[in-house]
C-alpha cells in the first residue's frame, strides 16, 4: 500500500514537472506571423476579470482598454482577433500548449517573463500601489507596519512586495486570494487593511464604489505592461510592435487610453 | 448593482445554468457505466487487472479534480502535441474521477448483497450475467441511492472547477461579473441557482427512493 | 431407479476434512433425511450435491448425468451443458429462504421457469397459481417476501423450487430459521410432496417428522455416515455414536 501511494504520487510528480517544461523550438524557422495570417485569426488570452484592462460588461462581452487595442492592431495585421478567456494562473501553460498566441492582458514586464517568453515594447505604466479604506486613517506605507495586506495571487503585486523586503518585513502578514476584487472584499470587510494592487485596476474600483477607497500615494514599484508571445516567435512580436507605434504617432493609444483609465498612461514613442 | 444590471445577469445566468448542466449530464453518461466496468476490475480474482485499477482509483480519488482538469487539458500536448477541445477535457476529466468513486460505491453496494441472494440465484440455473442483471443490480441500486445523491449533488457543485481550463460556467459568470461590478451580488445569485439546481437533484433522489420503498 | 449417486466424496477446507470418503444414493420416490448434530457435514454434502462447493475428490451422477467425477485424482466437472442440465433436475431449499426481495411472491417463482428453463410467460404462470394453490398461498401472490410470515416464506421457495419441475428436491434444515409455531405448516407441505412421490433428501433436526416421513434415514458424525438405514432401524440402533446422538432428542421421540 505504501509502496503504491509512492509510486502513484512520483507519477503524478513527473507528470507536473512534464507539464511545467516546454519543447524548445530554436532551430526552427521563426513562422510565427505568416502562421497567424495563415489561420486567420489572433488569439488573445486574457483574464476577463481585469477592469479596465479586459472585462466583461454588464452584457458579458468583453471590453476594455488592451481589447481595443488589440482589435486595432489585429485589423492592421489584416487578421481577426479571437478573445479566449483563461485562467491566470495557467496562462503560461495556455500560451506554451498553442491554445492562445499571446498574453495581452495589464501584463507586466519583468526579468523571468523576459526569458521565457518573447515581449513585446512597453505600452502603458503602471504602478504597485496600496488602498486602504478611507476612514482608516492610515496615510503612508509606514502606516501599515504591523499590519496585514493582502494581494492578488499570481499577480505583480506580490513581485512588487518581493521587492520591498523592508515594507514586506514591517506587516504583520501578507495574505494571498483568487482575484483584486476578493482582496477589496476582505479589506471591506476588516479581513486586512490594504490591498496591493495594478494602479490602473485599482483606479477603476475608486471609481467604481466613490468614498470608499483610496489610494496611499507613495507608489511600491513602476512597471510596464507589454504582451507576451511565446518564445522566439520574433516576427509576430516585431510586427505588433509596428503597428503599436504606428498607433501611437496617430494619437490613437492615448484616446484609448482617455477612455478607458481617464488620462493617457501610454508610453509608446 | 443596479436592477437593470441583475435582471441582465439573471438572462445569462439562466445559460450558464444551461452549462453546468450540460456538463452535469455527460459526465454521469460516461462516468455511471466507466464507473461499474471499474467496479469490476476492481473486484477481478486477477491481479494483473486489479492492481492497476485500484492504482487508477487510487489517482482519481487521491490527487484534487482541479489538478486533474490541468492535466488532462495541458499533458498532452507535451506528448503527442495537440490538446483536447476545453470542454471535451473537461467533459473527459468529470467523468473518469467520477467513474472512480461511482465504482467504490457500486463495491460497496455490490458486497453488501447477503450471499444467499448469489446462492438462490445459482440452484434456479442463472448464469452470472443473469444473476448480476436481474437479482443483484436491482438491489444494489436501491441500496446505493443515498451516496450516489451525495455524488450527484457533489458533481453539480464541482462543474464550477472546469473554469480553471477556460470553459466559461455559472461560477465564472459570478466571479467575472463580481470583478466588474465590484459587487458580491453576482455570488450570491450564482449560489441560488447552485442550491435551486440540486434542490432538483435531491427531489429527483428523493423520488427514486420512494419507487424502490416497494420492498424492504 | 437411482435419481442420486455418490461415491467416495471428499471435502476439506483448508487442512479440515469435513467429507470423509460419503457414498449413498437415492432411488426415484424416496425420501431420505439426512440428520446429525452440527459440522457432522451434513450441510456441506448437501451443499457439494448443488455445486455451491466443489468436492475435492469422488463422483456424484444425478438422474444419469454425471456432474463430477475422479480419475486418477483429478476430479472433473461435467462440460456446462449437462451441469445445466442437472441444475434443472434438482433443486435446493435454504434454511433462509433466499427470496428475491424486489420481486413479488408470483415473480419470484416464475423468473426462473421464464428466463432458464424458456417456458413462457403464460405457462410458467399458470404453473406458479397452481403451486400457490396447493401450497395455499393463492393470496399472497402479489405480495413481497417482507410481508409473509417466514413459514410463507418457507412455503414460497419450496414453491420456487418446484417450478422446475425438479427429479429431487434437497431441503437445507427447512425450519431451523422458524418460530415453533411456524414449522408445522412448512413440515406439512413437505409431507404432502411426498404423496406426489417427490424424491426428496432432507437434512433436518425435526427427528420426529424425519422419522414420519422418511423411507430411509442417514446419521452423520464428523464427516462419515455412520448410520444408513430405515427409521425403525436407526431408533433402535446398537451404535454407540447413534445412540449418543438421539439420546438428546429422547423427550423429542417419545
Partial sequence: ?269 | MSPEAILKLLQYMITASAMVGKIFFLTLLFSLPLGLLACFGRMSKWAIIREPVKLYLLIMRGTPLILQLFFFFYFPYYVIGTTLPRFHAAILTCSINYAAYFAEIYRGGIESMPKGQYEAAKVLGFNKSQTFIKIILPQVIKRILPPMGNEFMTLVKDTALVSVIGVAELYQLATDTMSQSASTMPLVMAGAFYLAMNIIVSKGFEFAEKKMSYYR | MSVLSVKNLQKSFDNLRVLKDISLSVTSGEIVSIIGSSGSGKSTLLRCLNRLELIDSGEITVDGDTMVSTENDKVKYAESPVLKQIRMKTGLVFQNFNLFPHYNVLRNITEAPIHVAGISRTEAEAKAYELLDKLGLTDKAESFPYQLSGGQSQRVSIARALALNPKILFFDEPTSALDPELTGEVLKVIRSLKSLNMTMVIVTHEMSFAREISNRMIFMDEGVIVEDTTPEELFNSANERTKAFLGKFHDVIN
Avoid at chain 1, 1 to 11: G, H, R
Avoid at chain 1, 92 to 102: F, G, N, S, Y
Avoid at chain 1, 211 to 228: A, C, M
Avoid at chain 1, 241 to 257: P, Q, T, V
Fill in chain 1, 1 to 269: 500500500m505504501k509502496k503504491m501511494t509512492k509510486i502513484s504520487v512520483l507519477i503524478l510528480m513527473m507528470a507536473i514537472l512534464l507539464m511545467g517544461c516546454g519543447k524548445s523550438d530554436a532551430n526552427k524557422a521563426d513562422t510565427s506571423l505568416q502562421d497567424i495570417k495563415d489561420k486567420g485569426s489572433l488569439v488573445l488570452g486574457l483574464d476577463d476579470a481585469f477592469p479596465p484592462m479586459g472585462f466583461k460588461n454588464d452584457d458579458q462581452e468583453i471590453v476594455g482598454f488592451d481589447i481595443d487595442v488589440a482589435k486595432e492592431v489585429a485589423n492592421r495585421i489584416g487578421v481577426e482577433l479571437e478573445l479566449t478567456p483563461i485562467s491566470w494562473d495557467a496562462k503560461e501553460q495556455e500560451l506554451a500548449t498553442k491554445h492562445i498566441d499571446c498574453i495581452w492582458n495589464g501584463f507586466t514586464k519583468n526579468a523571468d517573463r523576459e526569458s521565457k517568453m518573447a515581449l513585446s515594447i512597453p505600452y502603458m505604466k503602471n504602478t504597485q500601489v496600496a488602498i486602504v479604506l478611507t476612514d482608516s486613517g492610515i496615510n503612508t506605507l509606514e502606516d501599515l507596519a504591523g499590519k496585514t495586506v493582502v494581494l492578488q495571487n499570481a499577480s505583480t503585486a506580490s513581485d512588487a512586495m518581493d521587492q520591498n523586503e523592508e515594507f514586506k518585513n514591517s506587516l504583520k502578514e501578507l495574505i494571498k486570494v483568487d482575484d483584486n476584487v476578493q482582496a477589496l472584499m476582505d479589506l471591506k470587510v476588516g479581513g486586512s487593511d490594504a490591498v496591493v494592487m495594478d494602479e490602473v485596476v485599482a483606479r477603476y474600483y475608486v471609481e467604481k464604489e466613490q468614498g470608499t477607497y483610496k489610494v496611499l500615494d507613495t507608489t511600491l514599484s513602476e512597471e510596464e505592461y507589454v504582451i507576451g508571445f511565446r518564445k522566439g516567435e520574433n516576427a509576430l512580436t516585431e510586427e505588433v510592435n509596428k503597428h503599436l507605434k504606428d498607433m501611437a504617432k496617430e494619437g490613437l493609444l492615448a484616446e484609448i487610453s482617455e477612455k478607458w483609465v481617464g488620462k493617457d498612461l501610454t508610453i509608446v514613442e
